[in-house]
């Protein structure tokens, strides 16, 4: 059964820092990989789609990992401002084209 | 990509009552989802919506309970059944699939924010 690790669960951080997020995954038969941001309330925007096939992928000041064999993606945020301040989920397939597992997210706060 | 509008972006409900959501895709795609979200939870799925045929549910929710219809390829509605506080949550739809999209991916709509009284 697919389960899905999202470390740390919140964090704190002065505008203007690198942040990496962790996602960590148990099975690593997976097509692919989406990060999700979420604001309080809101529905899911997401942010980026790395394939099984692919290491990284680059939107602007985000960039996602994906190591299939060690069952882990980071997402690493550069130059962080108050507009980053959200939750950020990753989420993996369970199979085929069928449901979406979610991490439980990281909560992220940016102060100026 | 996709763009998801959900209607009503939220309401307030009366136990015992039902509620139906309304979401709409921009595009067709192959498959819609809806998931819950209960406070400060993750997301869960509750259903896969079929085109032309019977949701698939997941363990531990029921078409009596989410009754969920989906006409077209661009169109899917959740019914939250006889509601009680447990119910609530905040309801995503979510699509994917087709010409245009990477496989297995999906865009989620704005959300249905429920609070059950």
């Known amino acids: 059964k697919q389960e899905v690790t999202q470390i740390p669960a919140a964090l704190s951080v002065p505008e203007g820092e690198n942040l990496v997020l962790n996602c960590s995954f148990t099975?690593?038969?997976?097509?692919?990989l989406q990060w999700f941001r979420q604001d309080p309330g809101k529905g899911l925007t997401s942010l980026l789609l790395i394939q099984s096939s692919q290491r990284e992928q680059t939107s602007g000041r985000l960039n996602a990992s994906l190591d299939k064999s060690s069952g882990r993606s980071t997402l690493y945020i550069a130059a962080s401002q108050p507009g980053d301040s959200a939750t950020y989920l990753c989420a993996v397939p369970s199979g085929g084209y069928n449901k979406l597992i979610f991490g439980a997210g990281t909560r992220l706060a940016v102060h100026p | 990509s996709a763009v998801i509008s959900q209607k009503p972006s939220r309401d307030i409900c009366q136990r015992g009552t039902s509620l139906t959501i309304q979401c709409q895709v921009d595009s067709q795609v192959t498959m819609m989802f809806w998931y819950r979200q209960q406070p400060g939870q993750s997301l869960t799925l509750i259903a896969t919506a079929n085109q032309g045929s019977e949701a698939t549910y997941e363990s531990g929710f029921v078409i009596d309970k989410f009754p969920i219809s989906r006409p077209n390829l661009t169109f899917s509605t959740l019914t939250v059944s006889n509601m009680s506080p447990e119910d609530s949550s905040i309801y995503l739809c979510?699509?994917?699939?087709?010409?245009?999209?990477?496989?297995?991916?999906?865009?989620f709509g704005p959300g249905t924010r429920l609070t059950v009284l």
């Open positions: 979510s699509g994917g699939g087709g010409a245009g999209f990477s496989y297995n991916e999906q865009f």
């Open positions: 099975d690593s038969a997976i097509y692919n």
